[in-house]
């Protein structure tokens, strides 16, 4: 099913030549309405009439998180406040918060764009829909609550926290569709599980699951744990919230990226330089139909590929790869790079191992020190202690095979972690506390 067939499915020379008009005029607007970009475009010499094809997109300057910080809190707006309906704001872990004003036609288009998402994943309006994405000024709950009315779906807006009654909700309720990150979806089956509720007797069977990075291992034990499909959405505050791409349950290879409201790019994070298709690299993304808050070439710091190859869906829009990380997650030991999902991947492999892990990240003297701590199921728990210790070495093996960094790796048992309602806590870097 599709929410859209006409745009959802336009062919590649209508989908571009939308976009090339719908760049014109984006430049256009936000050169006449944000000195930010009025300066920015002055500077690098270019007008907005000069803007004649899509390739015409490389001459534009970046937009970093750091100017939207610069800009607190409405300096990049495009119209005049009177005109924003809605704010929204991403906190972050350092720095000032990042606010984005929405018009009316902004939360129109972003309700259509997360219908068309939660669409993909195959929720339609029979459905119950049980949002547990925190609402608030995080884009989580009221992004997905927009998409799921729109659809027509029942939706509960559960929100996150109190995680027990959660569970009774959704056994009571009857939902069928669960978005939240997935690193809580997990703690929601495991609070199920004490509370005698198994969400494989439930007619749950489908997961919109986002807003934090999670791997293909992970995913196949959620679905084998809960009984339903899950699904990847990906989307960040500064362009709109959840729903800039999802994955199809048809394919379920790569995200579609709505590309008649953003354009994407892959770039070289170090030389800004962009890559050809199906390289790895930044995705950087451009608003075309944004009014509060546009952004031109907007560097989202995480990393993926392009795939313009077309998808058994019927879908013409370009599908992005599961994100690969954050340049800015990277971890660097010892001066090797690693990425908490490389590690993931990894533990994932691995039998009676839990997605519930953290990296702890120190220094003594003066060399950096990685330990990787795994909760693991309480059957394995319960095991020889020589079973573990063997699984100890076969995972500090594998890291060192395939990353060259040395770990030192801990089982811990079930529910020593602590969990979070939002987005995982997966890395603790003493070196910078
Ligand atoms: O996390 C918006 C969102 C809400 C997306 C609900 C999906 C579902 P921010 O808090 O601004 O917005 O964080 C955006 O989260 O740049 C990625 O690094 C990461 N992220 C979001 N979705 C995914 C995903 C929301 N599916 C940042 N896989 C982004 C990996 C993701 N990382």
């Known amino acids: 099913m599709l929410f859209n067939i006409r745009q959802e499915t336009l062919p590649r020379d209508e989908l571009e030549a939308l976009q090339l008009r719908r760049l014109q005029d984006v430049c256009a607007r936000v050169y006449a309405n944000v000195p930010f970009y009025k300066k920015r475009f002055d500077e690098a010499g270019i007008k907005p009439e ?4 899509l390739e015409d997109i490389q001459r534009l300057p970046f937009t970093e998180k750091q100017d939207l910080r610069d800009h607190y809190p409405y300096g990049l707006f495009a119209v005049p406040r ?8 991403s906190s972050g872990t350092t720095g000032k918060a990042v606010v984005l004003g929405y018009t009316q036609r902004d939360i129109d288009n972003w309700a259509e764009l997360t219908a068309r998402s939660l669409t993909a994943a195959g929720v ?13 000024l995080f884009t989580g709950g009221l992004g997905a609550h927009g998409g799921a009315e729109r659809i027509g779906a029942t939706v509960v807006p559960a929100s996150g926290g109190a995680t027990k009654r959660q569970t009774y909700l959704l056994r009571d309720f009857g939902a069928t569709v669960l978005c939240c990150t997935p690193s809580y979806a997990l703690h929601l089956w495991e609070s199920g599980m004490e509370e005698g509720i198994d969400f494989r007797d439930l007619p749950l069977r489908i997961g919109c699951f986002g807003a934090e990075p999670w791997t293909e291992g992970m995913r196949q034990d959620m679905e084998q744990k809960m009984g339903i499909n899950a699904l990847n959405i990906y989307g960040l505050s500064e362009i709109m919230g959840p729903g800039v791409a999802m994955e199809c349950v048809d394919a379920k290879k790569g995200l579609h990226l709505w590309e008649d409201h953003f354009y994407p790019e892959i770039i070289d994070p170090v030389t800004g330089q962009q890559l050809p298709p199906g390289s790895t690299g930044e995705l950087v993304l451009t608003t075309l139909t944004k009014e509060g808050t546009p ?3 907007y560097r989202t710091r995480d990393l993926t590929r392009l795939d313009f190859t077309p998808c058994s869906c019927g879908r013409t829009h370009v599908r ?13 030991i010892r001066g090797v790079n690693v990425f908490p999902q490389q590690i993931e991947s990894i533990i994932m492999e691995n039998e009676g191992l839990s997605p519930n892990y953290q990296l702890i990240v120190d220094r003594k003297e003066n060399l950096d020190t990685l330990e990787i701590c795994v909760e693991v199921d309480a059957q394995l728990f319960c095991d020889e202690i020589k079973h573990l210790q063997n699984l100890e070495k076969r995972i500090q093996k594998k890291v060192k095979e395939f990353l060259g960094v040395t770990t030192r790796v801990r089982l811990l048992e079930p529910h020593s972690l602590e969990r979070s309602q939002g987005k995982a806590n997966r890395i603790v870097d003493k070196r910078i506390l």
Do not use: C, F, P
């Open 50 to 53: 000069t803007i004649r094809s």
């Open 82 to 89: 009177d005109n924003i309906v809605r704010l929204q704001a």
């Open 124 to 136: 339609s309006r029979r459905d119950i829909v049980h949002i547990a994405y925190g609402y608030g």
């Open 295 to 297: 952004l031109i070439r």
């Open 320 to 332: 992005i790869a599961r994100l690969e990380g954050r340049t800015d997650d990277m971890l660097i």
